[in-house]
């Protein structure tokens, strides 16, 4: 009887606990109970209780090092893309992530946009394209807005230099033409790369039909405002922020002409 008692006592009272068995032990008779066979066994029957009590509450209430260490707040990585098969070649579209530079108050601001890599690979066979040889062009976010606002009978034209601004500047030209197909079904894209750095002078064409182009425009509608980086932003926002924040940097953003009411 006397060890079940101690079972149930909880390990925030086990220093009482302990004063109890020995108020208890007082009251009973020695013939019945000695006290000199029974006092260690309640001691440690009782520090075995407390110690698991408070091992159960401390895991229950910490997290563990395993967790915190496996960075399980950190989203997954996602690969996402789209392409368009045609027979002479195929058309992938891919996103890339704008980069973000820090501040010395903490903060981020964007340092380089994100685009969308286009990759052309030319046909190999029926349904077989040669990806060694594809030839790529990053379409920049105004350049994005371009293609989406082509009207049925339009075209447009862009030139890029990789190596502008660096010691190879002008041996390498890409020039991506969009036009109408003759038939009004579609645009016509056709990637033409000249690499004097390593002799090569490709031209790849593939024809996109106006449903392929307008889930293309769909696609580039959508995810602007993230190669902007407009979703980190709003993601920052906290509503204790919001009250005072236009008028904590006057220059961020201009003059807000809501101030000057």
Excluded at 59 to 72: D, H, I, K
Excluded at 124 to 135: E, F, G, H, N, V
Excluded at 210 to 222: D, K, P, Q, W
Excluded at 242 to 247: D, E, I, L, T, V
């Amino acid at each position: 009887m006397l060890q079940l008692k101690l079972h149930s006592i909880p390990s925030s009272l086990s220093s009482s606990s302990n004063s109890l068995c020995l108020q208890n032990h007082s009251f009973l008779s020695p013939k019945f109970l000695p006290f000199s066979s029974v006092t260690p066994k309640p001691f440690s029957i009782t520090c075995r209780h407390s110690d698991l009590f408070d091992q159960k509450t401390f895991s229950s209430s910490a997290p563990s090092s395993s967790s915190s260490s496996s960075g399980g707040a950190l989203p997954p990585r996602v690969y996402v893309g789209h392409s368009i098969y045609k027979g002479k070649a195929a058309l992938s579209i891919t996103p890339r992530p704008p980069e973000f530079a820090p501040l010395d108050s903490g903060a981020f601001k964007i340092s380089r946009e994100g685009y969308v890599l286009l990759q052309f690979a030319p046909a190999i066979a029926s349904r077989q394209y040669d990806w060694t040889r594809k030839q790529v062009f990053s379409l920049s976010v105004g350049e994005m807005g371009t293609v989406i606002s082509l009207g049925a009978r339009e075209s447009c034209e862009f030139f890029h230099d990789p190596m502008k601004g660096k010691s190879d500047e002008g041996k390498v030209r890409k020039v991506l033409k969009v036009d109408p197909l003759p038939d009004g079904s579609g645009h016509m894209f056709n990637l033409s790369v000249q690499n004097r750095i390593v002799n090569v002078d490709e031209n790849i064409y593939i024809p996109v039909s106006r449903a392929e182009l307008t889930v293309l425009s769909s696609i580039f509608n959508f995810i602007m405002p993230y190669l902007l980086g407009w979703h980190t932003f709003a993601n920052s926002i906290k509503p204790e922020d919001s009250r005072g924040a236009n008028n904590a940097n006057p220059t961020y953003g201009g003059d807000y002409e809501w101030n000057r009411l």
